[in-house]
């Protein structure tokens, strides 16, 4: 299995922690095959719980198809599997943040309503009050389209917006996702901003799913000048994310062989 592959790949990388962004069950429709699927995950997985690191997930559109999914996800992940208990009211450990030095990570659950949406208030709140030099917001459904679905926050574009204006206002220069399951780095700027301000969107679902692939359908993006960066398909792969001080390298690994990971996308930037 590649996630499997992929997990002892995460623990050669040595990292502080791994961020999760949904889809970690293939569709189950009843509770009972949910946390089947998600205890199989979680054996997967247990190289990188066993190694001392720390795991935050969201969910994906995959764990959405089953009666009761909220309280199968909080059933699974308790005790060393929990995620931090620190989000807005009713959705504690489902979107939540992270300190860890000169980071704060944003994980966004946008599937508290009918609608999808995030939770921008309660976000807003968290760029108000942020300390941290670096910000690292993800989510499963991307901003922007990568290729393959069309049924991102671009279906309602000004809530996309709103999200992504609040991102660069706070100084964030880039958000993960998943749901497509290929690799896609995209370039975002407003009218009128400078570079600085560019926005860089990862939608890295390279994890093990089947793969897909993209169109040249470029979906919605409003008021947004997007410029292709980086798209690769066929391929598994993670992305490892390196900190330096004001600097940012943020390297996409795909699979060229079993248990063979290698750097085919680098963007680095510095903040001020």
């Not at 205890?39 to 089953?66: C, F, Q």
């Not at 690292?136 to 991307?142: A, L, T």
């Not at 939608?203 to 359908?217: M, Y």
């Amino acid at each position: 299995m590649i996630m499997a592959e992929m997990a002892k790949a995460m623990v050669a990388e040595k990292p502080k922690f791994v961020l999760f962004s949904g889809d970690l069950v293939a569709g189950p429709k009843t509770d009972a095959e949910m946390e089947s699927q998600l205890s199989t995950w979680l054996d997967l997985m247990k190289p990188v719980y066993d190694a001392g690191i720390k795991v935050y997930n969201i969910r994906g559109n995959h764990e959405m198809h089953v009666p009761h999914p909220e309280a199968v996800w909080r059933k699974m992940f308790v005790g060393p599997y929990a995620m931090p208990n620190n989000g807005p009211k009713g959705e504690e450990a489902m979107s939540f943040t992270v300190n860890y030095k000169n980071v704060l990570i944003v994980g966004l659950d946008e599937f508290q309503t009918e609608q999808l949406h995030v939770n921008q208030a309660w976000l807003n709140d968290v760029m108000k009050n942020k300390k941290q030099q670096h910000i690292f917001v993800y989510s499963h459904k991307m901003a922007f389209r990568s290729g393959h679905h069309d049924d991102g926050l671009e279906i309602d574009p000004a809530s996309r917006d709103a999200l992504v204006k609040s991102l660069i206002a706070a100084g964030s220069r880039t958000a993960f996702f998943g749901h497509d399951h290929l690799y896609d780095h995209l370039a975002v700027t407003a009218p009128g901003d400078p570079p600085s301000k560019t926005f860089h969107q990862f939608v890295i679902g390279t994890a093990g799913a089947p793969l897909v692939h993209g169109t040249n359908d470029p979906g919605n993006n409003s008021i947004w000048k997007v410029e292709k960066f980086k798209h690769i398909e066929d391929k598994y792969g993670y992305a490892v994310v390196e900190i330096d001080g004001p600097k940012v390298t943020i390297t996409f690994k795909a699979r060229t062989s079993p248990s063979v990971y290698e750097p085919a996308d680098t963007f680095s930037y510095t903040v001020n």
